[in-house]
Protein backbone atom coordinates (compact mmCIF):
# COMPACT_ATOMS: atom_id res chain seq x y z
CA UNK A 1 0.00 0.00 0.00
CA UNK A 2 0.95 3.61 -1.10
CA UNK A 3 1.68 6.17 1.69
CA UNK A 4 -0.63 8.30 2.94
CA UNK A 5 -0.37 11.85 1.31
CA UNK A 6 -2.45 14.53 0.91
CA UNK A 7 -4.75 15.69 -2.42
CA UNK A 8 -3.95 18.22 -4.48
CA UNK A 9 -6.52 20.96 -4.35
CA UNK A 10 -7.16 21.05 -7.89
CA UNK A 11 -7.79 16.87 -7.56
CA UNK A 12 -9.90 17.63 -4.37
CA UNK A 13 -11.97 20.77 -6.03
CA UNK A 14 -12.54 17.98 -8.96
CA UNK A 15 -13.74 14.81 -6.32
CA UNK A 16 -15.79 17.59 -4.89
CA UNK A 17 -17.72 18.73 -8.20
CA UNK A 18 -18.83 15.05 -8.86
CA UNK A 19 -20.95 15.73 -5.86
CA UNK A 20 -22.04 19.52 -6.27
CA UNK A 21 -22.11 19.75 -10.05
CA UNK A 22 -23.35 16.15 -10.86
CA UNK A 23 -24.82 18.03 -14.16
CA UNK A 24 -25.11 21.03 -16.00
CA UNK A 25 -28.45 21.43 -13.96
CA UNK A 26 -26.94 21.37 -10.62
CA UNK A 27 -24.44 24.38 -11.65
CA UNK A 28 -27.17 26.37 -13.09
CA UNK A 29 -28.89 25.65 -9.35
CA UNK A 30 -25.86 27.12 -7.86
CA UNK A 31 -25.47 30.19 -10.17
CA UNK A 32 -28.83 31.15 -9.48
CA UNK A 33 -28.60 30.81 -5.89
CA UNK A 34 -25.85 32.87 -5.70
CA UNK A 35 -27.59 35.66 -7.12
CA UNK A 36 -30.33 35.34 -5.45
CA UNK A 37 -28.19 35.60 -2.05
CA UNK A 38 -26.90 38.82 -3.70
CA UNK A 39 -30.53 40.28 -3.42
CA UNK A 40 -30.81 40.27 -7.03
CA UNK A 41 -34.40 41.82 -8.54
CA UNK A 42 -33.50 40.67 -12.41
CA UNK A 43 -31.91 37.19 -13.35
CA UNK A 44 -30.83 36.82 -16.66
CA UNK A 45 -30.19 33.02 -17.87
CA UNK A 46 -28.55 31.88 -20.92
CA UNK A 47 -27.88 28.32 -21.69
CA UNK A 48 -26.33 26.36 -24.57
CA UNK A 49 -26.13 22.79 -25.75
CA UNK A 50 -28.38 21.61 -22.52
CA UNK A 51 -25.88 23.80 -20.19
CA UNK A 52 -22.88 21.34 -21.68
CA UNK A 53 -21.70 24.25 -23.67
CA UNK A 54 -22.63 27.32 -21.70
CA UNK A 55 -24.32 28.70 -19.03
CA UNK A 56 -24.45 32.34 -18.38
CA UNK A 57 -26.25 34.29 -15.40
CA UNK A 58 -26.51 38.01 -15.28
CA UNK A 59 -28.07 39.74 -12.39
CA UNK A 60 -28.87 43.29 -11.01
CA UNK A 61 -27.63 42.25 -7.12
CA UNK A 62 -24.67 43.83 -5.13
CA UNK A 63 -21.85 42.66 -7.09
CA UNK A 64 -18.48 41.31 -5.51
CA UNK A 65 -15.48 44.08 -4.79
CA UNK A 66 -12.21 43.17 -6.65
CA UNK A 67 -10.16 41.91 -4.17
CA UNK A 68 -12.79 39.25 -3.26
CA UNK A 69 -13.03 38.04 -6.91
CA UNK A 70 -10.23 35.29 -6.28
CA UNK A 71 -11.70 34.31 -2.95
CA UNK A 72 -15.17 33.51 -4.73
CA UNK A 73 -13.33 30.80 -6.66
CA UNK A 74 -11.85 28.91 -3.94
CA UNK A 75 -12.68 26.19 -2.16
CA UNK A 76 -14.59 27.22 1.63
CA UNK A 77 -14.50 30.98 1.15
CA UNK A 78 -18.22 32.55 1.57
CA UNK A 79 -19.80 35.93 2.55
CA UNK A 80 -22.70 34.18 4.24
CA UNK A 81 -21.84 32.93 7.50
CA UNK A 82 -18.89 33.17 10.20
CA UNK A 83 -19.39 30.79 12.67
CA UNK A 84 -20.84 28.22 14.13
CA UNK A 85 -23.64 30.13 15.19
CA UNK A 86 -24.30 31.31 11.58
CA UNK A 87 -24.54 27.40 10.67
CA UNK A 88 -27.15 26.67 12.99
CA UNK A 89 -29.84 29.35 11.31
CA UNK A 90 -29.21 29.90 7.80
CA UNK A 91 -31.01 32.51 6.44
CA UNK A 92 -29.35 32.41 2.50
CA UNK A 93 -29.92 29.72 0.02
CA UNK A 94 -25.70 29.11 -0.49
CA UNK A 95 -23.39 28.70 2.28
CA UNK A 96 -20.64 25.75 1.85
CA UNK A 97 -17.93 28.18 -0.15
CA UNK A 98 -17.39 25.73 -2.73
CA UNK A 99 -19.96 25.62 -5.24
CA UNK A 100 -17.69 28.09 -7.70
CA UNK A 101 -14.43 26.57 -6.69
CA UNK A 102 -16.15 22.91 -7.42
CA UNK A 103 -17.28 24.16 -11.52
CA UNK A 104 -14.39 26.11 -11.82
CA UNK A 105 -12.39 23.25 -11.79
CA UNK A 106 -14.00 21.42 -14.51
CA UNK A 107 -14.70 23.91 -16.68
CA UNK A 108 -13.94 27.38 -17.80
CA UNK A 109 -15.33 29.96 -15.83
CA UNK A 110 -14.95 34.11 -16.22
CA UNK A 111 -16.91 36.14 -13.67
CA UNK A 112 -17.36 39.76 -14.27
CA UNK A 113 -19.22 41.79 -11.78
CA UNK A 114 -19.39 45.81 -10.70
CA UNK A 115 -20.08 45.81 -6.80
CA UNK A 116 -22.44 48.17 -6.09
CA UNK A 117 -21.46 51.75 -5.57
CA UNK A 118 -18.02 51.16 -7.20
CA UNK A 119 -17.28 53.27 -10.80
CA UNK A 120 -15.57 49.92 -12.48
CA UNK A 121 -16.31 46.45 -13.00
CA UNK A 122 -13.96 43.87 -12.79
CA UNK A 123 -13.26 40.42 -14.03
CA UNK A 124 -11.43 36.75 -13.29
CA UNK A 125 -10.92 33.84 -15.51
CA UNK A 126 -10.85 30.12 -13.96
CA UNK A 127 -9.71 27.41 -16.50
CA UNK A 128 -10.16 23.91 -14.97
CA UNK A 129 -8.97 25.45 -11.76
CA UNK A 130 -6.33 27.62 -12.82
CA UNK A 131 -7.21 31.02 -12.03
CA UNK A 132 -6.12 34.22 -13.71
CA UNK A 133 -5.28 37.95 -12.52
CA UNK A 134 -8.30 40.04 -12.18
CA UNK A 135 -8.56 42.55 -14.89
CA UNK A 136 -10.81 45.65 -15.90
CA UNK A 137 -14.43 44.30 -17.21
CA UNK A 138 -17.33 46.69 -18.81
CA UNK A 139 -20.22 45.86 -16.49
CA UNK A 140 -22.88 48.38 -15.61
CA UNK A 141 -24.29 46.38 -12.14
CA UNK A 142 -24.40 43.53 -10.79
CA UNK A 143 -22.63 40.19 -11.60
CA UNK A 144 -22.22 37.93 -14.82
CA UNK A 145 -21.15 34.41 -14.36
CA UNK A 146 -20.31 32.58 -17.59
CA UNK A 147 -19.37 28.30 -17.29
CA UNK A 148 -18.63 26.99 -20.75
CA UNK A 149 -17.45 23.53 -21.87
CA UNK A 150 -18.46 21.39 -18.50
CA UNK A 151 -16.33 18.87 -17.60
CA UNK A 152 -14.12 19.70 -20.80
CA UNK A 153 -10.75 18.24 -18.49
CA UNK A 154 -12.51 15.36 -16.91
CA UNK A 155 -13.99 13.27 -19.79
CA UNK A 156 -14.47 10.03 -17.61
CA UNK A 157 -17.29 12.47 -16.18
CA UNK A 158 -18.44 14.07 -19.38
CA UNK A 159 -19.51 10.88 -21.01
CA UNK A 160 -21.94 10.11 -18.19
CA UNK A 161 -23.61 13.19 -19.20
CA UNK A 162 -27.36 12.66 -21.52
CA UNK A 163 -27.95 13.97 -24.67
CA UNK A 164 -28.61 17.35 -24.89
CA UNK A 165 -32.25 17.27 -24.78
CA UNK A 166 -32.19 15.57 -21.56
CA UNK A 167 -29.34 17.70 -20.05
CA UNK A 168 -31.58 20.75 -20.45
CA UNK A 169 -35.08 19.50 -19.11
CA UNK A 170 -33.21 19.14 -16.32
CA UNK A 171 -31.92 22.63 -16.16
CA UNK A 172 -35.60 23.77 -17.24
CA UNK A 173 -36.63 21.99 -13.74
CA UNK A 174 -33.94 23.83 -11.95
CA UNK A 175 -34.96 26.94 -13.35
CA UNK A 176 -39.07 26.08 -12.58
CA UNK A 177 -37.78 25.04 -8.94
CA UNK A 178 -36.19 28.68 -8.28
CA UNK A 179 -38.40 30.67 -10.32
CA UNK A 180 -41.50 29.40 -8.33
CA UNK A 181 -40.04 29.89 -4.73
CA UNK A 182 -38.96 33.52 -5.42
CA UNK A 183 -41.83 35.38 -7.79
CA UNK A 184 -40.69 38.92 -6.40
CA UNK A 185 -37.85 38.36 -8.82
CA UNK A 186 -38.24 38.82 -12.50
CA UNK A 187 -36.21 35.82 -14.85
CA UNK A 188 -35.57 35.80 -18.17
CA UNK A 189 -34.61 32.21 -19.81
CA UNK A 190 -33.23 31.77 -23.18
CA UNK A 191 -31.56 28.26 -24.57
CA UNK A 192 -29.73 28.09 -27.92
CA UNK A 193 -30.72 31.38 -28.44
CA UNK A 194 -34.42 30.94 -28.19
CA UNK A 195 -36.22 33.01 -25.75
CA UNK A 196 -38.40 30.73 -23.73
CA UNK A 197 -39.28 32.16 -20.69
CA UNK A 198 -39.75 36.17 -19.38
CA UNK A 199 -41.11 36.43 -15.96
CA UNK A 200 -41.99 39.40 -14.28
CA UNK A 201 -41.90 39.76 -10.64
CA UNK A 202 -46.06 39.68 -10.47
CA UNK A 203 -46.58 37.83 -7.45
CA UNK A 204 -46.93 33.83 -6.76
CA UNK A 205 -50.50 33.52 -8.96
CA UNK A 206 -49.19 34.77 -12.02
CA UNK A 207 -45.97 32.94 -11.48
CA UNK A 208 -47.52 29.51 -10.86
CA UNK A 209 -49.90 30.00 -13.94
CA UNK A 210 -46.49 30.91 -16.02
CA UNK A 211 -44.77 28.13 -14.99
CA UNK A 212 -47.42 25.31 -14.06
CA UNK A 213 -49.83 25.96 -16.49
CA UNK A 214 -53.33 27.54 -15.60
CA UNK A 215 -55.17 24.29 -15.07
CA UNK A 216 -52.95 23.80 -12.22
CA UNK A 217 -54.24 27.17 -10.66
CA UNK A 218 -58.05 26.40 -11.46
CA UNK A 219 -58.09 22.86 -10.15
CA UNK A 220 -56.02 23.71 -7.08
CA UNK A 221 -57.59 24.39 -3.51
CA UNK A 222 -55.68 26.99 -1.11
CA UNK A 223 -53.47 26.09 1.56
CA UNK A 224 -53.34 28.40 4.14
CA UNK A 225 -52.47 27.64 7.17
CA UNK A 226 -50.04 29.80 10.43
CA UNK A 227 -49.19 28.75 13.47
CA UNK A 228 -47.08 31.07 14.61
CA UNK A 229 -43.59 30.59 13.86
CA UNK A 230 -44.69 27.76 10.99
CA UNK A 231 -46.73 29.14 7.81
CA UNK A 232 -48.03 26.82 5.01
CA UNK A 233 -49.07 28.53 2.25
CA UNK A 234 -49.95 27.57 -1.65
CA UNK A 235 -51.79 25.01 -3.32
CA UNK A 236 -52.73 21.50 -3.40
CA UNK A 237 -54.92 20.21 -6.78
CA UNK A 238 -58.11 18.09 -6.33
CA UNK A 239 -57.77 14.50 -6.27
CA UNK A 240 -59.69 14.17 -9.18
CA UNK A 241 -57.15 16.27 -11.29
CA UNK A 242 -54.34 14.34 -9.95
CA UNK A 243 -51.57 13.03 -12.35
CA UNK A 244 -51.33 9.01 -13.13
CA UNK A 245 -47.67 9.70 -13.78
CA UNK A 246 -44.64 11.39 -12.51
CA UNK A 247 -46.37 14.53 -10.66
CA UNK A 248 -45.53 18.12 -10.17
CA UNK A 249 -44.57 18.15 -6.54
CA UNK A 250 -42.85 20.98 -4.92
CA UNK A 251 -42.41 22.06 -1.81
CA UNK A 252 -39.89 25.09 -0.53
CA UNK A 253 -38.94 25.44 3.33
CA UNK A 254 -37.63 29.34 3.45
CA UNK A 255 -37.37 29.62 0.04
CA UNK A 256 -35.46 26.56 -0.98
CA UNK A 257 -36.49 23.46 -3.13
CA UNK A 258 -36.51 20.47 -1.06
CA UNK A 259 -37.13 16.75 -1.32
CA UNK A 260 -38.19 15.47 2.29
CA UNK A 261 -39.30 12.23 3.52
CA UNK A 262 -40.95 13.51 6.14
CA UNK A 263 -42.75 15.84 4.55
CA UNK A 264 -43.77 13.89 1.41
CA UNK A 265 -45.38 11.18 3.93
CA UNK A 266 -46.98 14.17 5.36
CA UNK A 267 -48.62 15.04 1.99
CA UNK A 268 -49.09 11.52 1.06
CA UNK A 269 -51.44 11.15 4.02
CA UNK A 270 -53.11 14.37 3.89
CA UNK A 271 -54.35 13.19 0.06
CA UNK A 272 -55.03 9.34 1.34
CA UNK A 273 -58.25 9.38 2.12
CA UNK A 274 -59.33 11.16 -1.23
CA UNK A 275 -57.15 9.88 -4.18
CA UNK A 276 -57.08 6.60 -6.13
CA UNK A 277 -53.83 4.32 -5.84
CA UNK A 278 -52.51 4.62 -8.79
CA UNK A 279 -52.31 8.44 -8.95
CA UNK A 280 -50.02 11.12 -7.22
CA UNK A 281 -50.70 14.27 -5.44
CA UNK A 282 -49.77 17.53 -7.26
CA UNK A 283 -49.33 20.31 -4.85
CA UNK A 284 -46.48 23.80 -5.04
CA UNK A 285 -46.60 24.51 -0.96
CA UNK A 286 -44.20 27.09 0.54
CA UNK A 287 -43.12 26.34 4.45
CA UNK A 288 -41.64 29.58 6.34
CA UNK A 289 -40.17 28.81 9.93
CA UNK A 290 -37.30 29.79 12.20
CA UNK A 291 -34.48 28.87 10.02
CA UNK A 292 -33.11 27.73 13.75
CA UNK A 293 -35.67 24.70 13.72
CA UNK A 294 -34.38 23.22 10.05
CA UNK A 295 -31.07 22.15 9.47
CA UNK A 296 -30.20 22.53 5.54
CA UNK A 297 -26.29 21.46 6.28
CA UNK A 298 -27.16 17.80 5.00
CA UNK A 299 -25.72 17.10 1.55
CA UNK A 300 -23.50 19.25 -0.85
CA UNK A 301 -26.70 19.91 -2.95
CA UNK A 302 -28.60 21.29 -0.12
CA UNK A 303 -31.92 19.66 -1.27
CA UNK A 304 -31.99 17.74 2.17
CA UNK A 305 -33.26 19.19 5.41
CA UNK A 306 -33.92 17.89 9.01
CA UNK A 307 -36.31 19.54 11.24
CA UNK A 308 -35.34 19.74 14.76
CA UNK A 309 -39.09 19.21 15.97
CA UNK A 310 -40.01 16.82 12.75
CA UNK A 311 -43.21 15.42 14.41
CA UNK A 312 -44.50 18.80 15.04
CA UNK A 313 -43.87 19.86 11.16
CA UNK A 314 -45.10 16.77 9.81
CA UNK A 315 -48.96 16.78 11.78
CA UNK A 316 -49.27 20.81 10.95
CA UNK A 317 -48.40 20.48 7.05
CA UNK A 318 -50.83 17.15 6.99
CA UNK A 319 -53.61 19.06 8.46
CA UNK A 320 -53.09 21.82 6.49
CA UNK A 321 -53.45 19.99 2.99
CA UNK A 322 -55.98 17.72 4.76
CA UNK A 323 -57.86 20.75 6.04
CA UNK A 324 -58.14 22.25 2.22
CA UNK A 325 -58.60 19.05 0.50
CA UNK A 326 -61.89 18.19 2.70
CA UNK A 327 -64.65 20.61 0.72
CA UNK A 328 -68.00 19.35 0.86
CA UNK A 329 -69.61 18.75 -2.44
CA UNK A 330 -71.30 22.21 -1.87
CA UNK A 331 -68.13 23.83 -1.24
CA UNK A 332 -65.98 22.23 -3.81
CA UNK A 333 -65.88 23.51 -7.37
CA UNK A 334 -67.65 21.60 -9.72
CA UNK A 335 -65.67 18.96 -11.99
CA UNK A 336 -66.39 19.39 -15.57
CA UNK A 337 -66.81 15.99 -17.16
CA UNK A 338 -66.21 17.71 -20.79
CA UNK A 339 -62.58 19.40 -19.30
CA UNK A 340 -61.40 16.19 -17.35
CA UNK A 341 -61.97 14.05 -20.37
CA UNK A 342 -60.33 16.92 -22.32
CA UNK A 343 -57.09 17.60 -20.60
CA UNK A 344 -56.52 14.48 -18.53
CA UNK A 345 -58.25 11.06 -20.54
CA UNK A 346 -55.26 9.33 -20.12
CA UNK A 347 -54.76 9.41 -16.40
CA UNK A 348 -58.39 8.64 -16.17
CA UNK A 349 -58.36 4.89 -13.67
CA UNK A 350 -60.33 2.14 -15.08
CA UNK A 351 -63.91 1.56 -14.82
CA UNK A 352 -64.15 -0.73 -11.47
CA UNK A 353 -67.57 -3.45 -12.44
CA UNK A 354 -69.65 -2.67 -9.65
CA UNK A 355 -71.18 -6.02 -8.48
CA UNK A 356 -74.51 -6.26 -7.56
CA UNK A 357 -74.61 -7.30 -4.10
CA UNK A 358 -77.59 -6.55 -1.78
CA UNK A 359 -77.18 -3.87 0.89
CA UNK A 360 -77.29 -6.28 3.60
CA UNK A 361 -73.93 -7.64 3.11
CA UNK A 362 -73.16 -5.19 5.65
CA UNK A 363 -74.73 -8.03 8.19
CA UNK A 364 -71.88 -10.25 8.16
CA UNK A 365 -70.12 -7.86 10.93
CA UNK A 366 -72.42 -8.57 13.25
CA UNK A 367 -70.78 -12.16 13.54
CA UNK A 368 -68.76 -10.48 15.52
CA UNK A 369 -69.55 -10.09 19.38
CA UNK A 370 -66.80 -7.34 20.29
CA UNK A 371 -67.97 -5.23 16.67
CA UNK A 372 -71.41 -5.35 17.24
CA UNK A 373 -72.00 -1.50 18.11
CA UNK A 374 -69.56 -0.40 15.25
CA UNK A 375 -71.66 -2.61 13.18
CA UNK A 376 -74.41 -1.01 14.24
CA UNK A 377 -73.20 2.61 13.37
CA UNK A 378 -72.14 0.91 10.21
CA UNK A 379 -75.61 0.03 9.57
CA UNK A 380 -77.35 3.91 10.99
CA UNK A 381 -75.01 5.71 8.63
CA UNK A 382 -76.22 3.56 5.45
CA UNK A 383 -79.63 6.01 6.18
CA UNK A 384 -79.79 9.05 3.52
CA UNK A 385 -82.14 10.67 4.59
CA UNK A 386 -81.39 13.88 7.06
CA UNK A 387 -84.57 13.60 8.72
CA UNK A 388 -84.73 9.85 9.35
CA UNK A 389 -81.13 9.10 10.19
CA UNK A 390 -82.43 5.01 10.93
CA UNK A 391 -83.48 2.69 8.14
CA UNK A 392 -84.04 4.77 5.30
CA UNK A 393 -83.18 1.84 3.05
CA UNK A 394 -85.92 0.01 4.48
CA UNK A 395 -88.42 2.11 1.96
CA UNK A 396 -86.18 0.83 -0.96
CA UNK A 397 -88.56 -1.61 -2.02
CA UNK A 398 -92.06 -0.12 -0.85
CA UNK A 399 -94.20 1.76 -3.19
CA UNK A 400 -93.04 4.82 -4.33
CA UNK A 401 -94.54 7.76 -5.64
CA UNK A 402 -92.56 9.11 -8.28
CA UNK A 403 -92.74 13.01 -8.42
CA UNK A 404 -91.26 16.00 -10.91
CA UNK A 405 -88.35 17.51 -9.74
CA UNK A 406 -88.67 20.91 -8.01
CA UNK A 407 -87.78 23.99 -10.11
CA UNK A 408 -84.48 25.59 -8.94
CA UNK A 409 -85.15 28.16 -6.80
CA UNK A 410 -83.84 31.52 -7.21
CA UNK A 411 -80.99 31.54 -5.06
CA UNK A 412 -79.19 28.07 -5.50
CA UNK A 413 -78.57 26.62 -2.32
CA UNK A 414 -77.53 23.21 -3.55
CA UNK A 415 -74.91 23.07 -5.63
CA UNK A 416 -75.52 19.34 -6.61
CA UNK A 417 -78.93 20.57 -7.74
CA UNK A 418 -82.17 18.13 -8.15
CA UNK A 419 -82.48 14.52 -9.09
CA UNK A 420 -83.88 14.04 -12.52
CA UNK A 421 -83.38 9.99 -12.96
CA UNK A 422 -81.68 7.06 -12.21
CA UNK A 423 -79.31 5.41 -15.04
CA UNK A 424 -78.87 1.64 -15.39
CA UNK A 425 -78.70 1.43 -11.00
CA UNK A 426 -75.89 3.04 -11.13
CA UNK A 427 -75.81 6.73 -11.98
CA UNK A 428 -77.98 9.60 -10.51
CA UNK A 429 -78.84 12.10 -12.76
CA UNK A 430 -79.77 15.71 -11.64
CA UNK A 431 -80.00 18.92 -12.51
CA UNK A 432 -78.12 22.55 -11.72
CA UNK A 433 -78.10 25.95 -12.41
CA UNK A 434 -74.93 25.12 -14.87
CA UNK A 435 -76.34 22.29 -16.44
CA UNK A 436 -76.36 18.51 -16.25
CA UNK A 437 -74.75 16.57 -12.69
CA UNK A 438 -73.57 12.81 -12.93
CA UNK A 439 -73.24 10.88 -9.64
CA UNK A 440 -72.08 7.82 -9.32
CA UNK A 441 -74.50 6.90 -6.20
CA UNK A 442 -72.11 3.61 -4.32
CA UNK A 443 -68.99 5.65 -4.66
CA UNK A 444 -70.70 8.56 -3.17
CA UNK A 445 -72.73 6.83 -0.55
CA UNK A 446 -69.35 5.12 0.14
CA UNK A 447 -67.59 8.31 1.39
CA UNK A 448 -70.98 9.74 3.30
CA UNK A 449 -70.57 5.97 5.26
CA UNK A 450 -67.09 6.37 5.66
CA UNK A 451 -67.13 10.07 7.01
CA UNK A 452 -69.85 8.76 9.20
CA UNK A 453 -67.90 5.60 10.61
CA UNK A 454 -64.94 7.61 11.69
CA UNK A 455 -67.03 10.23 13.45
CA UNK A 456 -68.76 7.09 15.27
CA UNK A 457 -65.06 4.87 15.65
CA UNK A 458 -64.83 4.62 19.15
CA UNK A 459 -61.11 3.91 19.53
CA UNK A 460 -60.43 0.13 19.50
CA UNK A 461 -60.59 -2.51 16.86
CA UNK A 462 -61.77 -5.77 17.65
CA UNK A 463 -59.33 -8.43 17.85
CA UNK A 464 -59.76 -12.12 15.58
CA UNK A 465 -57.74 -14.39 17.48
CA UNK A 466 -55.49 -16.75 15.93
CA UNK A 467 -55.42 -20.42 16.65
CA UNK A 468 -52.03 -20.79 15.27
CA UNK A 469 -49.69 -17.69 16.61
CA UNK A 470 -47.25 -16.55 13.20
CA UNK A 471 -44.38 -15.55 14.26
CA UNK A 472 -41.70 -14.08 12.23
CA UNK A 473 -38.01 -13.67 12.81
CA UNK A 474 -37.57 -9.40 13.93
CA UNK A 475 -35.12 -6.93 13.67
CA UNK A 476 -34.14 -5.45 17.56
CA UNK A 477 -35.61 -2.14 16.76
CA UNK A 478 -39.25 -3.76 15.91
CA UNK A 479 -39.09 -5.81 19.16
CA UNK A 480 -38.46 -2.68 20.82
CA UNK A 481 -41.30 -0.80 18.87
CA UNK A 482 -43.91 -3.32 20.06
CA UNK A 483 -43.03 -3.03 23.84
CA UNK A 484 -42.46 0.47 23.65
CA UNK A 485 -46.49 1.27 21.31
CA UNK A 486 -48.41 -1.60 22.82
CA UNK A 487 -51.20 0.50 23.59
CA UNK A 488 -51.04 1.82 19.53
CA UNK A 489 -50.78 -1.91 18.24
CA UNK A 490 -54.14 -3.09 20.78
CA UNK A 491 -56.32 -0.19 19.73
CA UNK A 492 -55.40 -1.55 15.89
CA UNK A 493 -56.47 -4.80 16.72
CA UNK A 494 -53.38 -6.51 16.77
CA UNK A 495 -52.00 -9.40 19.48
CA UNK A 496 -48.18 -9.19 19.26
CA UNK A 497 -45.55 -10.05 21.34
CA UNK A 498 -41.69 -10.83 21.80
CA UNK A 499 -40.91 -14.60 21.57
CA UNK A 500 -37.38 -14.06 21.84
CA UNK A 501 -34.66 -11.30 21.49
CA UNK A 502 -35.25 -11.69 17.58
CA UNK A 503 -39.03 -13.38 17.13
CA UNK A 504 -42.13 -11.83 17.38
CA UNK A 505 -45.32 -13.80 17.60
CA UNK A 506 -48.72 -12.31 16.14
CA UNK A 507 -51.60 -14.00 18.27
CA UNK A 508 -54.37 -11.81 16.89
CA UNK A 509 -54.97 -9.36 14.22
CA UNK A 510 -57.97 -6.57 13.32
CA UNK A 511 -60.98 -8.66 13.16
CA UNK A 512 -62.78 -6.80 9.29
CA UNK A 513 -58.87 -8.45 8.15
CA UNK A 514 -59.31 -12.01 9.63
CA UNK A 515 -58.23 -13.10 5.78
CA UNK A 516 -54.54 -11.27 5.69
CA UNK A 517 -51.24 -12.46 6.16
CA UNK A 518 -51.13 -11.83 9.66
CA UNK A 519 -47.22 -11.69 9.64
CA UNK A 520 -46.80 -9.54 6.80
CA UNK A 521 -49.58 -7.26 8.43
CA UNK A 522 -47.94 -7.04 11.77
CA UNK A 523 -44.37 -5.68 10.31
CA UNK A 524 -46.41 -3.36 7.77
CA UNK A 525 -48.03 -1.50 10.84
CA UNK A 526 -44.39 -1.83 12.96
CA UNK A 527 -43.11 -0.09 10.04
CA UNK A 528 -45.20 2.32 10.45
CA UNK A 529 -45.18 2.75 14.22
CA UNK A 530 -40.95 3.29 13.79
CA UNK A 531 -41.05 5.74 11.36
CA UNK A 532 -43.81 7.98 12.16
CA UNK A 533 -44.92 7.42 16.13
CA UNK A 534 -48.10 5.04 17.04
CA UNK A 535 -50.50 7.41 16.99
CA UNK A 536 -50.12 8.08 13.05
CA UNK A 537 -49.70 4.40 12.24
CA UNK A 538 -53.02 3.88 14.47
CA UNK A 539 -55.05 6.29 12.19
CA UNK A 540 -53.50 5.11 8.93
CA UNK A 541 -54.94 1.94 9.93
CA UNK A 542 -57.92 2.82 11.61
CA UNK A 543 -59.24 4.40 8.80
CA UNK A 544 -58.16 1.69 6.12
CA UNK A 545 -60.50 -0.73 8.06
CA UNK A 546 -63.11 1.55 8.22
CA UNK A 547 -62.88 2.29 4.76
CA UNK A 548 -63.57 -1.55 4.20
CA UNK A 549 -66.62 -1.61 6.20
CA UNK A 550 -67.58 1.56 3.98
CA UNK A 551 -67.35 -0.01 0.83
CA UNK A 552 -69.69 -2.86 2.03
CA UNK A 553 -71.81 -0.99 3.59
CA UNK A 554 -72.57 1.49 0.93
CA UNK A 555 -76.01 1.51 -1.69
CA UNK A 556 -74.80 -1.04 -4.54
CA UNK A 557 -75.71 -0.95 -8.19
CA UNK A 558 -79.38 -1.55 -9.30
CA UNK A 559 -80.69 -0.51 -6.72
CA UNK A 560 -83.80 1.60 -8.01
CA UNK A 561 -83.78 4.90 -5.97
CA UNK A 562 -87.22 7.08 -5.67
CA UNK A 563 -86.36 10.91 -6.65
CA UNK A 564 -87.03 11.69 -3.21
CA UNK A 565 -84.22 9.16 -2.06
CA UNK A 566 -81.51 10.48 -4.78
CA UNK A 567 -82.25 14.41 -3.29
CA UNK A 568 -81.85 13.17 -0.13
CA UNK A 569 -78.45 11.97 -0.90
CA UNK A 570 -77.32 14.76 -2.89
CA UNK A 571 -78.15 16.32 0.08
CA UNK A 572 -75.62 14.56 2.35
CA UNK A 573 -73.19 14.68 -0.20
CA UNK A 574 -73.23 18.37 0.25
CA UNK A 575 -72.52 18.41 4.01
CA UNK A 576 -70.20 15.48 3.73
CA UNK A 577 -66.28 16.60 3.81
CA UNK A 578 -64.22 14.93 0.76
CA UNK A 579 -67.54 14.17 -0.89
CA UNK A 580 -66.02 14.71 -4.11
CA UNK A 581 -63.86 11.66 -3.56
CA UNK A 582 -65.01 7.55 -3.09
CA UNK A 583 -62.29 6.23 0.02
CA UNK A 584 -60.32 5.13 -3.46
CA UNK A 585 -59.82 8.22 -4.33
CA UNK A 586 -62.53 8.41 -7.51
CA UNK A 587 -64.46 10.75 -8.14
CA UNK A 588 -68.07 10.88 -7.21
CA UNK A 589 -69.85 13.32 -9.45
CA UNK A 590 -68.80 15.26 -12.57
CA UNK A 591 -70.50 18.34 -14.17
CA UNK A 592 -71.73 18.63 -17.75
CA UNK A 593 -72.13 22.22 -18.41
CA UNK A 594 -74.78 23.85 -20.83
CA UNK A 595 -71.88 24.99 -22.66
CA UNK A 596 -70.47 21.49 -22.65
CA UNK A 597 -73.80 19.91 -23.73
CA UNK A 598 -74.03 22.97 -26.80
CA UNK A 599 -70.57 21.88 -27.94
CA UNK A 600 -71.69 18.22 -27.97
CA UNK A 601 -74.81 19.19 -30.36
CA UNK A 602 -72.82 21.76 -32.10
CA UNK A 603 -75.40 24.61 -31.31
CA UNK A 604 -74.73 28.07 -32.07
CA UNK A 605 -72.57 26.87 -34.79
Known amino acids: MSAIRALPDLLINQIAAGEVVERPAAALKELLENALDAHATQIDIDVAGGGIKRIRVADNGAGIERDDLPLAVARHATSKITSVVDLEAIATLGFRGEAL ?14 AAGRPHAWRIEVEGGSVGAVAPAALASGTTVTVEELYFNTPARRKFLRTEATEWAH ?38 EALLGDPFLRHAMIVDADAGEVKLTGLAVRPAYAAGGPAAQYVFVNGRFVRDRMLAHALREAYRDVLHHERQPVYALWLTLDPRRV ?11 RFRDAGAIHQFVRHAVERALAATAAEQPAVSAAERLGIAAAHLP ?21 AESLAHETQRAMALDTNEPAGFYRRLFGERAEAPPPA ?3 EDAHPLGFALAQLHGVYILAQNRGGLILV ?22 PVQPLLVPATFAAEALEVAAVNEHREALDALGFDVSPLGPATLAVRGIPAPLRDA ?37 AVRANRNLTVAEMNALLREMQATERAGQCNHGRPTWYQLTLQDLDRLFMRGR
Request: charged share 25%; net charge positive.
Open 171 to 208: CDEAFRRIALAHDAVAFTLTHNGRALQRLQAAGRRTRV
Open 350 to 370: PRVPQTREHVGAVASFGALPA
Open 408 to 410: LPD
Open 440 to 461: DMHAAHERIVYERLKAAFDGRV
Open 295 to 305: DVNVHPQKTEV
Open 517 to 553: DAAALARAVLHDIREFGGSRALDARRDELLATMACHA
Open 101 to 114: ASIAAVSRVAIASR
